[in-house]
């Protein structure tokens, strides 16, 4: 199942474990597995990854990066498999990401000559330009005919619990979501207030947003650790950042509100 009517569905260059996470939720639809299991045991793969990388296995932590991507994408085709969605899963899930990117920098940063401040810059910028895509994303998605509208453009207040789910943890979730989240939601909006009034935005330029994705994100980290770039890793995500400025000029030069 899509998140996106078949007409907005763009190349997503930062969601490669696609097909790995629809296997992965076949297989558990008929189980006692939930979506939050699955959320769990992403969570599990990162900080397998982060250990590697403190004990220099640089090739076991690329697999466990990638295998978190792929697990990372099946909590949520198996919540819609199951049709059970909910606020609690999409909360956990973006909390238990940045917790992980958080420690991913930071373990970088222990095995090679960056400094504690870079290492916090880079991670900034990656929280903005992962924001910038989410931001892009749940527009198209929001606007989609029969696209997935879990998520909502902006997160002002707690969300209705949906059925199955207790709204105190929902309410509890969101509390830290919007602490952990709300700064970076606020740069973004800031910089482009006005890309909720576009219509619809085109596949291409999806899929240059995409290059922001966190599993596109997670794959660069990847292979410049299997490439023994450990060095690059952070310098290399503060450059990056700057592309954010330049993607959206283009969103408000052509496509225009």
Not at 36 to 62: D, K, M, Q, R, W
Not at 149 to 155: A, H
Not at 171 to 178: C, S
Not at 212 to 229: K, P
């Amino acid at each position: 199942m899509s998140k996106l009517s078949a007409k907005d569905k763009f190349l997503d260059l930062s969601d490669y474990g696609r097909p790995f996470g629809n296997f992965l939720a076949h297989q558990l639809k008929d189980t006692r597995f939930t979506p939050v299991h699955v959320t769990l045991l992403f969570g599990v793969s990162g900080l397998i990854a982060i250990y590697c990388i403190l004990e220099n296995h640089y090739y076991l932590a690329a697999f466990f990066i990638i295998l978190k991507s792929g697990i990372d994408a099946a909590d949520g085709e198996l919540a819609r498999i199951k049709k059970t969605p909910s606020y609690t899963g999409r909360y956990l899930d973006s909390v238990f990401d940045i917790i992980l990117n958080f420690f991913f920098l930071m373990a970088i940063c222990h095995v090679s000559n960056s400094s504690l401040y870079l290492a916090v810059t880079a991670f900034i910028g990656i929280q903005l330009q992962g924001t910038l895509y989410n931001y892009y994303y749940v527009i198209l998605r929001n606007k989609s005919v029969g696209g997935d509208t879990t998520s909502k453009i902006f997160e002002n207040e707690s969300p209705l619990a949906l059925p199955g789910e207790n709204q105190k943890s929902v309410d509890v979730l969101f509390f830290i979501y919007t602490i952990v989240y709300g700064l970076y939601d606020k740069i973004i909006h800031t910089l482009d207030p006005d890309a909720y009034k576009v219509k619809t935005f085109p596949n291409w330029f999806m899929t240059m947003v995409s290059l922001y994705g966190l599993g596109f994100q997670l794959l660069i980290i990847a292979v410049l650790l299997t490439l023994d770039y450990v060095d690059l890793i952070i310098p290399f995500f503060i450059f990056y950042t700057s592309l954010i400025l330049i993607l959206i000029a283009i969103r408000k030069i052509i496509f225009k509100v």
